[in-house]
């Protein structure tokens, strides 16, 4: 029996270190279902000809394995701040915009865009428009919009 002892021991050993190892079935932060990370970048608003509206343009990345969705903006400069989308060549407000996995929403001149209605004043090139946007499922993101010259074309981020 004595000859058993060590053997008993070993085998305690490894069958406790075993339960210290990962969860196979646990999901990995890399899978391609993983949560949405987003990130957003070349923001900028053309300083506004109107004292009334206003249009917003920036793009999202989502280097996440999932998609998510804008789902609405808000701005202290505006009373009212809406989504749209460019569908052949007409604009009208959307309720949210797809932001697919591994990939970016652009919001760009002529295309989609964030529209600033009943502007709080008239925002002037050099100023800053601080923005929020809410997602469908990330948490929300706040931005701060650099006013552009009102003929202002970013050469690339869009």
């Given at each position: 029996?004595?000859?058993?002892?060590?053997?008993?021991?070993?085998?305690?050993?490894?069958?406790?270190?075993?339960?210290?190892?990962?969860?196979?079935?646990?999901?990995?932060?890399?899978?391609?279902?993983?949560?949405?990370d987003?990130?957003v970048?070349s923001?900028?608003?053309?300083?506004?000809?109107?004292?009334?509206?206003?249009?917003?343009f920036?793009?999202?990345?989502?280097?996440?394995g999932?998609?998510?969705?804008?789902?609405?903006?808000?701005?202290?400069a505006a009373?009212?701040?809406t989504?749209?989308?460019t569908?052949?060549?007409?604009?009208?407000?959307a309720?949210?915009?797809?932001?697919?996995?591994?990939?970016?929403?652009?919001?760009?001149?002529?295309?989609?865009?964030?529209?600033?209605?009943?502007l709080?004043?008239?925002?002037?090139?050099?100023?800053?428009?601080?923005?929020?946007?809410?997602?469908?499922?990330?948490?929300p993101?706040?931005?701060?919009?650099?006013?552009?010259?009102?003929?202002?074309?970013?050469?690339?981020?869009?």
């Amino acid at each position: 029996m004595s000859r058993l002892g060590p053997l008993v021991v070993g085998l305690a050993g490894a069958l406790t270190l075993a339960g210290c190892g990962p969860d196979p079935s646990a999901s990995s932060s890399t899978s391609a279902g993983s949560a949405p990370d987003l990130a957003v970048g070349s923001a900028y608003m053309p300083q506004p000809v109107s004292d009334t509206v206003a249009a917003g343009f920036l793009t999202v990345t989502n280097e996440g394995g999932s998609a998510d969705e804008l789902t609405s903006v808000s701005s202290d400069a505006a009373g009212r701040v809406t989504v749209h989308e460019t569908v052949d060549g007409a604009m009208r407000e959307a309720d949210r915009l797809k932001i697919p996995a591994r990939g970016r929403l652009v919001l760009g001149s002529g295309g989609n865009h964030l529209m600033f209605e009943k502007l709080t004043h008239r925002p002037k090139q050099g100023e800053t428009v601080p923005v929020e946007l809410r997602f469908a499922h990330s948490d929300p993101v706040t931005v701060e919009m650099p006013v552009k010259p009102a003929t202002y074309r970013p050469t690339s981020g869009h």
